[in-house]
Nanobody, 128 residues
């Protein structure tokens, strides 16, 4: 099955750094992943878009994280990263990785695509 698996969350003091990773896995080989993004959801709040990176490397950030967070991706390994610096208590949230389209070749089946996949989330807690 198609999965996005996040890792790297944890507890950090305000001003600290964390690096989140998100790896895509499929029952076969990945041919292409279009845009990969990070969202977050704090307790009692709406889910919020954080950053996106296209397969061509175009990047966008939410104003709340601009200058502090850096999104990147390793196309060979189909992984995206979110490097977070100068963390604030208001960055506390569950962080989710998404991929808007994953094109892959399933063993014995052929080419398939998975649309709008989300990871299970990883908790980031920033203490004051």
């Amino acid at each position: 099955q198609v999965q996005l698996v996040e890792s790297g969350g944890g507890l950090v003091e305000a001003g600290g750094s964390l690096r989140l990773s998100c790896a895509a896995s499929v029952p076969g080989s990945i041919l292409r992943i279009n845009t990969m993004s990070w969202y977050r959801q704090a307790p009692g709040k709406e889910r919020e878009w954080v950053a996106s990176i296209t397969s061509g490397g175009s990047i966008n950030y939410a104003d709340s994280v601009k200058g502090r967070f850096t999104i990147s991706r390793d196309n060979a390994n189909r992984t995206t990263f979110l490097q977070m610096h100068s963390l604030k208590p208001e960055d506390t949230a569950v962080y989710y990785c998404t991929a808007d389209r994953i094109l892959f070749r399933e063993h014995g089946v052929g080419d398939k695509e998975a649309i709008d996949y989300w990871g299970q989330g990883t908790q980031v807690t920033v203490s004051s």
